[in-house]
């Protein structure tokens, strides 16, 4: 069989509450585009049961406590098109995403990344994992053109031929930094597209959010700390961590007037949120990452 021209990744966790608007916006997006959408599930919800109703949809399934990273390494391995783009179920696409990320790639450009909005219906604990995880990428600061930062992985297509270029990421997973560094190495570019926003939807479980972050920020800490002197900086910036990441996510959204009221609501959600991070920053200095499941 002829390989679809772009494959969709879609990590998805208790996603019940969004993953029709996900699935639905994702087909819209690549109506008339010979594409094939993965699912892999790691839910204790009804997630799954919701996607068996989708028969043009892969679903595979993985146990839950997985992390996203992980989730989309496995559709990563399972999927076939000439590009892969990555999302999450808790994200609803704009009609024009697949359209606008595979216009922007380019000859030496091995991965495009869109911006991310707020949908309406949202809370503070979804508004404070937004500022936390987006602030650099909303969509009124998102413009067209080379990156020489970061892409958020949550809304990204790669060539495929780069990322199998790239060390395997069975074990470790797929996170896009360090897979940003391996494609830098080798003189390749990130860009980034406009008209491919992906709205963040549903009402997060906070003690989900908590775990994931303090998981996510331990191995983000055990993948920098190369020797003694690095784990004790580490260790002892932790009481640091929480304010740096709400100033950082400050800088960027405040000047934006839309923004502001729900910034300032969510800011004891960012304080929990961000914490969980730095103290799993504290334990992988400390200990190191977590068994790959």
Known sequence: MTP????????????????????????????????????????RDDTRRRVETYPSVRLISAAPGVLVPHLWARGFHASRGTFVAFTLAQLRVSATWAERLLAAIRPGVAGVGGGFTLAADTRPAAWALFYLR?????????????????????????????????????????????????????????????????????????????????RHGRRFAASRATSLASRARQVVATPLVPPVLWWRAARRVLPYSAHRLRFLAALPWMVCFATAWAQGEALGALVGDEPAR
Do not use: K
Request: a negative charge.
């Open 134 to 214: 987006y602030s650099a990428f909303i969509e009124e600061r998102w413009r067209e053109g080379p990156v020489e930062g970061e892409i958020a992985g949550d809304n990204a297509l790669y060539r495929r031929s780069d990322l199998e270029a790239c060390p395997p990421f069975d074990v470790d997973g797929f996170w896009e930094v360090a897979i940003h560094q391996q494609l830098r190495r080798r003189g390749l570019t990130l860009a980034a597209a406009t008209g491919a926003t992906a709205a963040v939807m549903g009402q997060p479980s906070p003690v989900r959010v908590l775990g994931e972050r303090l």
């Open 4 to 43: 679809p021209r772009l494959s969709i990744v879609v990590a998805a966790i208790d996603a019940q509450d969004t993953i029709d608007a996900c699935l639905t916006a994702l087909l819209t997006a690549t109506a008339g585009i010979p594409s094939d959408i993965v699912v892999v599930d790691a839910s």
